[in-house]
């Protein structure tokens, strides 16, 4: 972490989607404290519930209905910059390779290695401290993704039931990740959801991947397919 006049860090809930919009941070020095604003923009982008098909729209352009963003955790310094972020990922079973746009039928996994980039939304700042306090959270954290990863789930990305109002049935994917590592950093990120009226912004969510109890999703076997004789 970069040595900063504040000692505090931050944990933060983000929506990360492809964005067209525009935004600049602003530094301030007040005394011994470093403050940082937003002085203008709001990010945000649709992702088309389905087929996963990405659609850039302006702060102006009204919400459909079928909005999905993906959820994640980031740990961020005193000055604002992004230290870590714990992401649910797709990951090929053929390649090996992390996929942006999550397809069925690929390895559900929570790497520690990736940054989505500054294309994010906030949503809220859900734990505040100095940075050994927010260190200790961020480890429960990263060993909860270890966990996930280990554990070979198969990803599902979305169930069209999901826009009939169910719970989306066996979707298996990153906001599920992320439900469970704010379940394991010991987070109420429900509520941070609530607060924003945006419960039903994120499929997948409200599925404890390490809950004993919890009912995986399995996808189907895949038969090679054979030339006709």
């Known amino acids: 972490m970069r040595k900063s006049l504040s000692n505090k860090a931050y944990l933060r809930f983000v929506d990360s989607v492809p964005d067209n919009t525009r935004y600049i941070w602003a530094s301030t020095i007040s005394g011994?404290?470093?403050?940082?604003?937003?002085?203008?923009?709001?990010?945000?982008?649709?992702?088309?519930?389905?087929?996963?098909?990405?659609?850039?729209?302006?702060?102006?352009?009204?919400?459909?209905?079928?909005?999905?963003?993906?959820?994640?955790?980031?740990?961020?310094d005193p000055d604002?910059?992004?230290?870590?972020?714990?992401?649910?990922?797709?990951?090929?079973?053929?390649?090996?390779?992390?996929?942006?746009?999550?397809?069925?039928?690929?390895?559900?996994?929570?790497?520690?290695?990736?940054?989505?980039?500054?294309?994010?939304?906030?949503?809220?700042?859900?734990?505040?401290?100095?940075?050994?306090?927010?260190?200790?959270?961020?480890?429960?954290?990263?060993?909860?993704?270890?966990?996930?990863?280990?554990?070979?789930?198969?990803?599902k990305a979305h169930d069209l039931s999901y826009e009939l109002g169910t719970d989306g049935g066996q979707i298996q994917n990153s906001n599920s990740v992320a439900f469970t590592l704010g379940k394991a950093m010991g987070l109420d990120l429900s509520a941070a959801l609530r607060d924003k009226g945006m419960t039903r912004t994120f499929s997948g969510w409200d599925r404890d991947?390490?809950?004993?109890?919890?009912?995986?999703?399995?996808?189907p076997p895949v038969f090679p397919v054979k030339d006709a004789p």
Not at 46 to 72: K, L
Not at 98 to 127: E, R, W
Not at 144 to 150: N, Q
Request: positive net charge.
């Open 32 to 76: 011994q404290k470093a403050h940082r604003h937003w002085l203008s923009g709001v990010r945000e982008a649709d992702s088309d519930a389905g087929n996963i098909v990405r659609d850039f729209q302006s702060q102006a352009a009204p919400r459909r209905a079928a909005h999905r963003g993906h959820a994640f955790l980031a740990f961020v």
């Open 80 to 155: 604002g910059n992004t230290v870590q972020e714990l992401h649910g990922m797709a990951k090929s079973k053929h390649t090996g390779i992390l996929m942006k746009m999550g397809m069925d039928d690929a390895d559900l996994v929570a790497p520690l290695d990736h940054l989505m980039g500054k294309d994010t939304k906030t949503i809220s700042t859900v734990a505040s401290g100095s940075a050994d306090e927010i260190r200790k959270i961020w480890s429960r954290g990263m060993q909860a993704a270890d966990a996930i990863t280990s554990r070979k789930f198969d990803y």
């Open 209 to 219: 991947l390490l809950d004993p109890k919890y009912k995986r999703y399995v996808a």
